[in-house]
């Protein structure tokens, strides 16, 4: 990561976010108030043309491993959808879990046959807990993930055996799943915990070995520091002979 120079992909906007990469490599979604409203939008992953609106008035979205589908989260009022579209196929997005109560966060394992999704609570502060239902026929079954209304944002290991889910109060927790001959969960665990969580911001290495997350410092909630460089100059000119 530390050679080549960066490159810019949205030029339009005041708010770009949200990116996600195309199973093949090769576009990124990502959300966009570019048209006035939040809109999702793809956009080639080397910069090469123009964004493409995608879905109008959806916060965030999330490919199907096969690249066949898009799972999409939808603000109605209060509550949250997830709503499913079938590219090439649905010219709108259809409701596919939508319960009356706040949903979002969609994540598919990586065989593409089970959804992750995380249900809030409307009432009593906004509490959330994670299920996991069949995709895409998701009336066909919920399992609850997580305990005590502490699970929120849902993520699959590579292998599919494991789902993560980031703790309300700050951290990740790791569940062993098994699929066959039904789905069943265990019991959840802790796997780390941190201060300052953003609640956003974190993926799993392809070997499920490592995290990577965005995790901003204490300091940068409170009073900035503030750091003093004696003899700036002959440093700079050490670092930076010519």
Known sequence: LGGGPLQRLTFEGTVNRSP?????????????????????????????????????????????????????????????????????????????????????????????????????????????????????????????????ADGNIPFWSNTGRELFYRLSGGGVAAVDVSTSPRFQPGIPRVLFRLANDPRAGIDISPDDDRFVMVAPLASARHDPDFIVVQNFLDELKRLVPN
């Open 20 to 148: 996600v990469w195309s199973p093949d490599g090769q576009s990124i979604l990502f959300s966009s108030n570019r048209s006035g409203e939040i809109d999702l939008w793809m956009t080639r992953a080397d910069g090469v043309g123009e964004p493409t609106l995608m879905v109008e008035g959806v916060r965030s979205g999330v490919w199907s491993p096969d690249g066949e589908w898009l799972l999409l989260t939808r603000n109605t009022g209060q509550d949250g959808d997830i709503m499913v579209m079938r590219l090439g196929v649905d010219s709108v997005p259809q409701p596919l879990i939508a319960t009356g109560l706040s949903e979002g966060s969609p994540a598919l394992s990586p065989d593409g046959r089970w959804l992750a999704y995380t249900t809030q609570e409307l009432e009593g502060g906004g509490r959330s807990n994670v299920f996991v239902s069949p995709f895409p026929n998701s009336d066909e079954g919920r399992w609850q993930v997580s305990t005590d």
